[in-house]
Structures are given as C-alpha cells and as structure tokens.
C-alpha cells in the first residue's frame, strides 16, 4: 500500500526558506508521478510542482518558478520541495501527492494518493 507522509511545514517571514519533505513507500515499478499541491482558505487546490520519477522530468507554477525546487533523493525514497523567497501569498496547505501516471501534473484528480498535508505559513 503506497504511503505519503510529509514534513517540514511552518511559519516564516517573506523572503524565508523552508523545505518541504514527503516521505513515500510502497511504490514498486520504475517511474511514476510526484507532485506537490497546495490549498489556501477559499481557494481551489493548485498544482505547484511536479515530477516524474525515473526520468527527471520537472514541471512549475508559473507562481512558483524561479523559488521553488522539487527533488528527490532516491535512497530515502523522499520527494522534497525546497522554497525560497516565499511570499505571503505562499501561505497555505501543502500536501504532496502520487499517481502512476498523470497527462496534466496541475490536475489533483489524477493523483491517487495523498500526504496529510502541512502548513506553511509566510508573514509579511
């Protein structure tokens, strides 16, 4: 049974750093996809960035390009999200998310599983 477990949640002031951790398990075969998501009160869920395991590929938030950065290290089996510069309108639910596959990494429907989310908070 596959399992995401996340960490690295808190409050920061703007243009801070924080690192995100999703630890996975029980994911067998050699590719598929990670992505981190996140919900601000009232808002919808949106794709922040993305991965697809096996191959490197990555993809960004127009949001979020140029602060943020999703890696992997393979022998913890954990997906991070380092982000930099983080602003005010950073702040929300962060929850990290696996599917074998997905044709849109933005869309939370094709994500099977999920973390249990962490909150990141940024104070101006």
């Known amino acids: 049974q596959v399992q995401l477990v996340e960490s690295g949640g808190g409050s920061v002031q703007a243009g801070g750093s924080l690192r995100l951790s999703c630890v996975t398990s029980?994911?067998?075969?050699?590719?598929?996809?990670m992505a981190w998501f996140r919900q601000a009160p009232g808002k919808e869920r949106e794709g922040v960035a993305g991965?697809?395991?096996?191959?490197?590929?990555?993809y960004y938030a127009d949001s979020v390009k140029g602060r943020f950065t999703i890696y992997r290290d393979n022998v913890k089996n954990t997906v991070y999200l380092q982000m930099n510069s983080l602003k005010p309108e950073d702040t929300a639910m962060y929850s990290c998310?696996?599917?074998?596959?997905?044709?849109?990494?933005?869309?939370?429907?094709?994500?099977?599983?999920w973390g249990q989310g962490t909150q990141v908070t940024v104070s101006s």
């Open positions: 998310a696996a599917n074998q596959w997905a044709i849109r990494w933005s869309d939370p429907r094709q994500f099977r599983y």
């Open positions: 029980g994911y067998t075969g050699g590719s598929y996809f």
């Open positions: 991965m697809l395991i096996g191959s490197g590929s990555r």
